[in-house]
Every structure is written in structure tokens, then in C-alpha cells.
């Protein structure tokens, strides 16, 4: 099956400062790598994805990036604001399942 | 926007007793999943749902799990015998075209088994 591995597991940083997480994943037949949210007591809520057939998206101040020969992707965040503040968790597919990252706590310091 | 609904909220439940969990997907998905979320730990898959059948069903699912959509709209979770360690928040999920689209998830309702 698919293991994902993320990292760091908590992250503090200023107001307006860029944060990265990273994540790999094991399984080379995964194509679909979402990035959810997730806010304290609520449920995860996606804020961007990438398939295996590209390899950067931006949205905004958020950006994924994929490297599939080494099973990387990563959550790029600019210019951050204290209501970034939440768990973010990286998944990848495998067949009909997402298998998650342990999640990042992200906290954004006024 | 659409959103999947859960029900209820929080559940507090006897160990041994049944419980069934609730779920109203994105009216237009075909694709339907739970997971789990044990406190302070990541989300875990449990089941896929397709074509009123089971698709996937991770380890964690094993006999005392079922899943059932009795109607057009409702996609529920039960748990036959509850044991302590079922305490966790249990997502629903949809998605319009399997696991390599987009995934929406619900609130969740927490499952506190005394």
C-alpha cells in the first residue's frame, strides 16, 4: 500500500513569512496528491491538489510542487496570515483510497 | 457551494451498543468514503463506496463495520458492538469521480464510547 511521509510535524513562523511542507510518498502508480486543512474541530477541507501529469500549481499564495521521479511534493504558503493557522495534511492516491501524512501544525504569529 | 453533512455532531455511546453515523454526500458524487480521525492523529482510510457496493476497505474495517446507502441521498456508517478504541472522529466523504478528483469532506461526528 501507499505510505506518506511529512514533515516538519509542527511549524511556527512570522506574519508574512513563507512557509514550506514536505511530503514523499512510496508508491509509484499514485497520480493525485491533494493538500487539505484543517481547523480545530472541523473536517479536512481542500485548499489544492496536483496530478502526476504536472508539475507545479499556484493558487494564489499557495503553490504545490510534485517531483515524481523522487515521490516528493510540497506545500509552499506566501505571505502568511495568522488565519493560516490550522493542520495541514498531504495525501496521495492509490486506487480508490487517499492514504494521509501525519499532518503539519502550522502556527502564524501576528 | 455544496457540502457533505454529517450526523449527529458528537455521539456518546455504552461499549457493546450499535451506532450508526450519517451522511448526505455532494448530491452529484458517485464515489463515497469514511474515515477516521483518533485524537491527535492522522486521518485513516476506511471504506470506498461505488455503485451501491463496497470498493475498498482498509484493515481497520473488518466485521464489525458495515456501510449501507439506503435511499438516494443518505450513505451511513454503523458500528455493530462499539469497543472503547472506536472512539475517534469518523469523516464521510465524496467525490464526483473516484479517488484522483477531488475529495470533499464533512464535519464529522465524534464518537466518544464509554
Known amino acids: 500500500g501507499e505510505n506518506v511521509e511529512q514533515h516538519p510535524s509542527t511549524l511556527s513562523v512570522q506574519e508574512g513569512d513563507s512557509a514550506v511542507i514536505k511530503c514523499t510518498y512510496s508508491d509509484s502508480a499514485s497520480n493525485y496528491f491533494p493538500w487539505y486543512k484543517q481547523e480545530l474541530g472541523k473536517g479536512p477541507q481542500l485548499i489544492i491538489d496536483?496530478?502526476?501529469?504536472?508539475g507545479e500549481k499556484k493558487d494564489q499564495r499557495i503553490a504545490v510542487t510534485l517531483n515524481k521521479t523522487a515521490k516528493h511534493f510540497s506545500l509552499h504558503i506566501t505571505e502568511t496570515q495568522p488565519e493560516d493557522s490550522a493542520v495541514y495534511f498531504c495525501a496521495a492516491n492509490l486506487g480508490s483510497t487517499l492514504t494521509f501524512g501525519k499532518g503539519t501544525m502550522l502556527l502564524v504569529s501576528p | 457551494e455544496p457540502e457533505v453533512t454529517q450526523t449527529p455532531s458528537h455521539q456518546v455511546t455504552q461499549m457493546g451498543q450499535e451506532v450508526i453515523l450519517r451522511c448526505v454526500p455532494i448530491s452529484n458524487h458517485l464515489y463515497f468514503y469514511w474515515y477516521r480521525q483518533i485524537l491527535g492523529q492522522k486521518v485513516e482510510f476506511l471504506v470506498s463506496f461505488y455503485n451501491n457496493e463496497i470498493s475498498e476497505k482498509s484493515e481497520i474495517f473488518d466485521d464489525q463495520f458495515s456501510v449501507e446507502r439506503p435511499d438516494g441521498s443518505n450513505f451511513t456508517l454503523k458500528i455493530r458492538s462499539t469497543k472503547l478504541e472506536d472512539s475517534a472522529m469518523y469523516f464521510c466523504?465524496?467525490?464526483?469521480?473516484?479517488?484522483?478528483?477531488?475529495?470533499?469532506f464533512g464535519q464529522g461526528t465524534r464518537l466518544t464510547v464509554v
Open positions: 466523504a465524496s467525490s464526483e469521480e473516484g479517488m484522483n478528483t477531488e475529495a470533499f
Open positions: 496536483i496530478r502526476s501529469n504536472v
